[in-house]
C-alpha cells in the first residue's frame, strides 16, 4: 500500500495526538496514592511516628531512636547513621563514608502503608511500621 503524503502526515498528527492524550490522563505514582485517600505527613507527624520506631521495607528493617541514631539491617548487615526531620518534613541521614546528608523527600500514609515519592511522582520508598524495636537494633 502506498501512503500519499497528506495521508502520512494526518497518520503522524493522530498519532501524535493519540501519544498527548494517553500521556496527559496519566497520574503518577504519587498521584494514585492520594486519589487512593493517601495523606501528606507534617514534619510533626514524621518525627513523632519515626522516633522510637522501626520500619520495614522489602528487603531492609530501620530503627530510629530518639537521639538520632538510625541503624539499619539489610540481611546480616547493620548500618548506624545519624537522622533528623527537616522542617519541611523529610527526614534526612548522614552518611558514614562520606559525611554527606541524604534526604528523603515528604512522605504519605495510607492506613499502616507509607511511601516517599521521586520528584517525579514515582515511587522511591514504601514500607510499614513496626512500633519500638523489635530486631533489637
Do not use: H
Amino acid at each position: 500500500m502506498r501512503w500519499s503524503r497528506e495521508g502520512r502526515r494526518t497518520w503522524c498528527t493522530g498519532l501524535a495526538l493519540l501519544a498527548t492524550t494517553v500521556a496527559a490522563g496519566a497520574q503518577t505514582e504519587r498521584e494514585d496514592f492520594i486519589a487512593a485517600g493517601a495523606d501528606l505527613l507534617s514534619q510533626d507527624q514524621v518525627a513523632e511516628m519515626f522516633s522510637g520506631n522501626s520500619f520495614q521495607g522489602e528487603i531492609w528493617t530501620a530503627y530510629y531512636d530518639e537521639t538520632g541514631r538510625k541503624a539499619t539491617r539489610i540481611g546480616d548487615r547493620v548500618v548506624e547513621r545519624t537522622w533528623w526531620v527537616e522542617d519541611n518534613g523529610t527526614v534526612c541521614q548522614t552518611l558514614n563514608r562520606t559525611g554527606e546528608t541524604a534526604c528523603e523527600p515528604q512522605f504519605y500514609q495510607l492506613g499502616d502503608v507509607y511511601r516517599s515519592f521521586r520528584d517525579d511522582g514515582s515511587l522511591l520508598v514504601e514500607f510499614t511500621m513496626l512500633p519500638g524495636n523489635p530486631e533489637g537494633l
